[in-house]
């Protein structure tokens, strides 16, 4: 079993940055491929950025390429994600998920993953 908790969270100006932080306890992550998804308001979720065990291989939705970057320390068990040149569209809960395999790189739909987060609030404004 896998618990995993997202920090980082928050309100921010648009073209403003944040970094999301997730974290796994009862089994370390270094050999688990990881995602993260949002889902903004009164809609459903969404894949945003997925990495593999190594950090090797990272696939982006298209709508964060070039603004997101997903990155991994397996020694600290964490994964981070740094969102720049935020927009009002962001505006979303972002979960973090976590696949019990190595793999996660065009793996984008929820089921595809088995362990999640709570979810952190980012909102965005104009």
């Known amino acids: 079993q896998v618990q995993v908790v997202e920090s980082g969270g928050g309100l921010v100006q648009a073209g403003g940055s944040l970094r999301l932080s997730c974290e796994a306890s009862?089994?370390?992550?270094?050999?688990?491929?990881v995602g993260w998804f949002r889902q903004p308001p009164g809609k459903e979720r969404e894949f945003v950025a997925s990495?593999?065990?190594?950090?090797?291989?990272?696939d982006y939705a298209d709508s964060v390429k070039g603004r997101f970057t997903l990155s991994r320390d397996n020694a600290k068990n964490t994964v981070a994600l740094q969102m720049s040149s935020l927009k009002p569209e962001d505006t979303a809960v972002y979960y973090c998920?976590?696949?019990?395999?190595?793999?996660?790189?065009?793996?984008?739909?929820?089921?595809?993953?088995?362990?999640w987060g709570q979810g952190t609030q980012v909102t965005v404004s104009s």
């Open positions: 998920a976590v696949r019990p395999s190595p793999f996660a790189y065009g793996y984008r739909r929820s089921t595809d993953y088995t362990y």
């Open positions: 990495i593999n065990w190594s950090g090797g291989n990272r």
């Open positions: 009862g089994r370390t992550l270094s050999t688990y491929g």
